[in-house]
């Protein structure tokens, strides 16, 4: 492990903050925990974590205000928990920067393997010092007006910015390195998630919210293959 390898759990389940504890603290992770949103804040504004698990519903401040609030001044990766499976929670949560969501009841072992795919794709995509040098072309993929910096970690469209989160960037990159190629929500689950299960709303949420970032900057990047999947929408 790193030594950004401290795991904040916020939940107002004291039983559930113990659970995650252990499992995480049995993965060889570093546990905080606090009990509501204002208690994590305060948490992270005096030692940011390389990871947030949030709850959702909780009491003095929700999941939702905690991540607008965190997602102010820092980039942590952020998995939500909520034991509302409703589509109004997971795009709301992952529209405000959370990078992946877990719906109550789940395992341990599940959630500890979400949070290791979340940290190595994070890890691998970190921004470089402001001095480095500029990218090398094989480090800039573009297709027409859309543009991806890898080594920035940074998309465009015509020129304008367009905010991702770590998965939902990673999503997009698949499908730009093979244009034309239909993609099938198995095989984008395993070039973003690796060896994690999930399932096809997952995958299904992300792309709906690429296409709404996207269709604000005025683009289209991602065009339904019937019964199959999905592709680039770029010729």
Same mark, same amino acid.
């Given at each position: ?9 916020? =939940?107002? =389940?004291?039983? &559930?903050?113990?659970?995650?504890? %252990? ?16 208690? !994590? &804040?305060?948490?992270?504004? +005096? /030692? ?14 929700? !999941? ?10 820092? @980039? ?12 109004? =929670?997971?795009?709301?949560?992952? @529209? ?9 009841? %789940?395992? $341990?072992?599940?959630?500890?393997? +979400? ?21 090398? $072309? ?6 027409? $007006?859309? +543009? ?7 998309? #465009? ?11 939902? %960037?990673?999503? &997009? ?5 093979? $244009?034309?190629?239909? %993609? ?9 998630? @690796? =060896?994690?299960?999930? /399932? ?18 005025? !683009? @289209? ?8 999947? #999905? ?5």
């Amino acid at each position: 492990m790193t030594e950004r390898s401290s795991i904040l759990v916020v =939940d107002d =389940d004291p039983h &559930l903050r113990e659970v995650v504890g %252990f499992a995480l603290s049995q993965a060889g992770f570093h546990v905080e925990q606090a009990s509501n949103g204002r208690a !994590g &804040l305060e948490q992270v504004r +005096r /030692s940011v974590p390389a990871l947030i698990v949030l709850d959702i519903m909780m009491p003095e401040m929700d !999941g939702l205000e905690m991540c607008r609030e965190v997602r102010r001044a820092h @980039e942590v990766p952020i998995v939500f928990l909520s034991s509302r499976d409703d589509e109004v =929670d997971r795009i709301l949560g992952l @529209e405000l920067g959370g990078d992946d969501y877990i719906a109550k009841p %789940f395992s $341990p072992r599940e959630l500890v393997a +979400r949070i290791k795919a979340v940290l190595r794709r994070a890890r691998a995509t970190a921004s470089p010092a402001a001095s480095a040098p500029a990218p090398s $072309p094989a480090q800039v993929l573009q297709r027409g $007006p859309l +543009r991806m910096d890898l080594d920035l970690w940074r998309a #465009y469209w015509n020129g304008q910015e367009v905010v991702l989160t770590v998965t939902e %960037f990673h999503l &997009l990159t698949a499908l730009l390195r093979a $244009p034309g190629k239909a %993609f099938t929500r198995d095989e984008l689950m395993t070039r973003v998630y @690796e =060896d994690v299960v999930v /399932s096809d709303r997952t995958i299904d949420s992300h792309v709906r919210h690429i296409r709404q970032k996207f269709a604000s900057a005025g !683009g @289209e990047v991602i065009q339904t293959v019937h019964g199959l999947g #999905y592709r680039l929408a770029l010729p």
